[in-house]
């Protein structure tokens, strides 16, 4: 917690503690008061200065009806305070007047500063430019999970055609198996032949499967890319990626064993190689089942993707319709409050004008009552500066004799 300084409020009067925060910014000068405010302090004091001079007004020595000089006081050290008094006054009096002048100049400075900013039209454009950018954000935004929910689709569309062909190339390798299967039958020779086919045949199996398991790893990789702000969905992708990577790998190793077992099975014996050929057509049908298997799941992927292009898509539409009334909102609400704004502006113009108006009066008044008092203390100095000469001199009009 940020350490504290405590003052006391500058409202007249008050002796409450204010609590001025150590953080940057203009600290409070007021209590937590809701009626102690700048500008009734400033009013409590204008009405506290106004007493005041009515006061010194009613306890200022007053002429006599007939317009004639009153008589002054024997001249005394006792007597000489109320000059002393006059004088401090009006040096108080023009103090204050400089400090409220200074006050008041400087908040209008401030207010016009303040109301200058309410009333730019600049101002209220870059709002309304903001709020309209960021509406488009959002807008983008949907726009791009839209073309993303697209992307995981035609990825999904690559992999139901790419398992329709593995199913195909499976059949025909069937079909190729049963062919060799028979001739094994007719002939011995015949199937170390179709065994040295069958070889190839597989190699370019395994290569075709490795090919596949490289295409499968590209597609999942776009498809992580694609969906990569939707964790439930990235998270699938994941585990159907590594699913199917480690299917593709222990599919090629299943092969190369069976490869390998086969070769050396028909290299041992050559009768044998009908049931292994038999055997490799019920895993080719397996592997057949498998790859419609695929070809389902990708088509119930495609199905969902394109459920969430059309979600996405609706999502879209509504984001548009919400900006759209957001931002007409926000213009409203703006347009009301830069008019209100311009109204309490000239409200508080007006007042400060009349403040201004009333300050300079007031402060004509003290100059006046200033020049009084200035012109009442010269009085008093040559008041008090007549009894030092004779009386008979000063009767006939006699120059006092040099005291030097």
Same mark, same amino acid.
């Given at each position: 917690m940020?350490?504290?300084?405590?003052t006391?409020?500058?409202?007249?009067?008050?002796?409450?503690?204010?609590v001025?925060p150590?953080?940057?910014?203009r600290?409070?000068?007021y209590?937590d008061?809701?009626?102690h405010?700048?500008?009734r302090?400033?009013?409590?004091r204008?009405?506290?200065?106004?007493?005041?001079?009515?006061?010194?007004?009613?306890?200022?020595?007053?002429?006599?009806?007939?317009?004639?000089?009153p008589?002054p006081?024997?001249?005394s050290?006792? !007597?000489?305070?109320?000059?002393t008094t006059?004088?401090?006054?009006?040096?108080?009096?023009?103090?204050?007047?400089?400090?409220?002048?200074?006050?008041l100049?400087?908040t209008?400075q401030?207010?016009? /500063?303040a109301?200058?900013t309410?009333?730019?039209?600049a101002?209220a454009?870059?709002?309304?430019e903001?709020?309209r950018?960021?509406?488009a954000?959002?807008v983008a935004d949907a726009?791009?999970a839209?073309?993303?929910?697209?992307?995981?689709?035609?990825?999904?569309?690559r992999?139901r055609?790419a398992a329709e062909?593995?199913?195909?190339?499976?059949?025909?390798?069937?079909?190729?198996?049963?062919a060799?299967?028979?001739?094994?039958e007719?002939?011995?020779?015949?199937?170390?032949?179709?065994?040295d086919?069958?070889l190839a045949e597989?190699e370019? /199996?395994?290569a075709?499967a490795?090919?596949?398991a490289?295409?499968?790893?590209?597609?999942?990789?776009?498809?992580a /890319?694609?969906?990569?702000?939707?964790?439930?969905?990235?998270? !699938?992708?994941?585990?159907?990626?590594a699913r199917?990577r480690?299917?593709a790998e222990?599919?090629?190793?299943r092969?190369?064993?069976?490869?390998g077992?086969?070769?050396?099975?028909?290299?041992?014996r050559?009768?044998a190689?009908?049931a292994?050929?038999?055997?490799?057509?019920?895993?080719?049908?397996e592997?057949?089942?498998?790859a419609?298997?695929?070809r389902d799941?990708a088509e119930?992927?495609a !199905?969902?993707?394109?459920?969430?292009?059309?979600?996405?898509?609706?999502?879209?539409?509504r984001?548009?319709e919400?900006?759209r009334a957001?931002?007409?909102a926000?213009?409203d609400?703006?347009t009301?409050s830069?008019?209100?704004?311009?109204?309490?502006?000239?409200e508080?113009?007006?007042?400060?004008e009349?403040?201004r108006a009333?300050?300079l009066?007031?402060?004509?008044?003290?100059?006046?009552?200033?020049?009084?008092?200035?012109a009442e203390?010269?009085r008093?100095?040559?008041a008090a /500066?007549?009894?030092d000469?004779?009386?008979?001199?000063h009767?006939?009009?006699?120059?006092?004799?040099?005291r030097?």
């Amino acid at each position: 917690m940020a350490e504290t300084d405590s003052t006391l409020c500058n409202f007249p009067g008050c002796t409450r503690p204010v609590v001025r925060p150590s953080s940057p910014g203009r600290p409070p000068q007021y209590c937590d008061l809701p009626e102690h405010t700048r500008w009734r302090a400033w009013r409590e004091r204008q009405r506290l200065q106004q007493e005041a001079q009515a006061a010194q007004e009613q306890a200022a020595p007053r002429r006599p009806a007939d317009g004639s000089t009153p008589s002054p006081p024997p001249a005394s050290l006792a !007597e000489a305070a109320p000059i002393t008094t006059a004088r401090l006054r009006a040096e108080d009096l023009l103090t204050r007047f400089a400090v409220q002048a200074e006050q008041l100049t400087a908040t209008l400075q401030e207010a016009t /500063a303040a109301f200058t900013t309410m009333t730019d039209p600049a101002a209220a454009e870059a709002q309304v430019e903001a709020a309209r950018i960021a509406a488009a954000r959002q807008v983008a935004d949907a726009e791009a999970a839209r073309l993303a929910a697209d992307e995981e689709r035609r990825s999904a569309e690559r992999a139901r055609r790419a398992a329709e062909s593995e199913a195909a190339r499976a059949g025909e390798a069937a079909e190729a198996a049963v062919a060799a299967a028979g001739a094994a039958e007719r002939m011995a020779d015949a199937a170390l032949v179709e065994r040295d086919e069958a070889l190839a045949e597989r190699e370019k /199996a395994l290569a075709q499967a490795r090919e596949r398991a490289e295409e499968r790893d590209a597609a999942a990789a776009e498809a992580a /890319a694609a969906i990569a702000e939707r964790d439930a969905a990235r998270a !699938e992708a994941r585990e159907q990626v590594a699913r199917a990577r480690a299917e593709a790998e222990a599919l090629v190793a299943r092969e190369r064993d069976r490869a390998g077992q086969r070769v050396a099975e028909v290299e041992r014996r050559a009768a044998a190689e009908r049931a292994d050929l038999a055997e490799q057509l019920d895993r080719l049908r397996e592997r057949l089942a498998e790859a419609a298997a695929a070809r389902d799941a990708a088509e119930a992927r495609a !199905e969902r993707s394109l459920a969430e292009r059309d979600r996405l898509a609706a999502e879209l539409d509504r984001v548009r319709e919400a900006a759209r009334a957001d931002l007409k909102a926000e213009r409203d609400a703006f347009t009301a409050s830069l008019a209100e704004a311009r109204q309490a502006a000239a409200e508080r113009l007006a007042a400060l004008e009349e403040a201004r108006a009333q300050t300079l009066r007031r402060a004509e008044r003290a100059e006046a009552q200033l020049d009084d008092a200035l012109a009442e203390l010269r009085r008093l100095r040559a008041a008090a /500066a007549e009894p030092d000469r004779p009386a008979g001199a000063h009767h006939r009009g006699e120059d006092p004799p040099d005291r030097s």
